[in-house]
């Protein structure tokens, strides 16, 4: 069975950093780009970041251009999003998914597997 096991989450001030992570089990998902999205509490679910299978080619959503970013490591199965210079407005659920292939994409639709998430709070 797939899963998808986020960490890292958690409170932070404004201006802080957090590392999230994200740790895949029951198959391999190094031939497979990777994702990060957030959904804010009344808001839809957001793109954030996703990688390739590589790391060869890294997408971003424009609001965390510049202070995210994402990374992988194919022999442990993991992904990875460093946030910098959070914001309140950056306080969501944050997950990761795995896409259905190698497409870097911001489209949710495409992505397979998705974790149960992880509460990042910015606070002002």
């Known amino acids: 069975q797939v899963q998808l096991v986020e960490s890292g989450g958690g409170l932070v001030q404004a201006g802080g950093s957090l590392r999230l992570s994200c740790a895949a089990s029951?198959?391999?998902?190094?031939?497979?780009?990777m994702g990060w999205f957030r959904q804010a509490p009344g808001k839809e679910r957001e793109f954030v970041a996703a990688i390739s299978w590589s790391g060869g080619r890294i997408d971003y959503a424009d609001s965390v251009k510049g202070r995210f970013t994402i990374s992988r490591d194919n022999a442990k199965n993991t992904v990875s999003l460093q946030m910098n210079s959070l914001q309140p407005e950056d306080t969501a659920v944050y997950y990761c998914?795995?896409?259905?292939?190698?497409?870097?994409?911001?489209?949710?639709?495409?992505?397979?597997?998705w974790g149960q998430g992880t509460q990042v709070t910015v606070s002002s």
């Open positions: 029951g198959r391999t998902f190094s031939r497979y780009a």
């Open positions: 998914a795995v896409d259905q292939g190698d497409i870097v994409t911001p489209l949710h639709y495409r992505y397979a597997y």
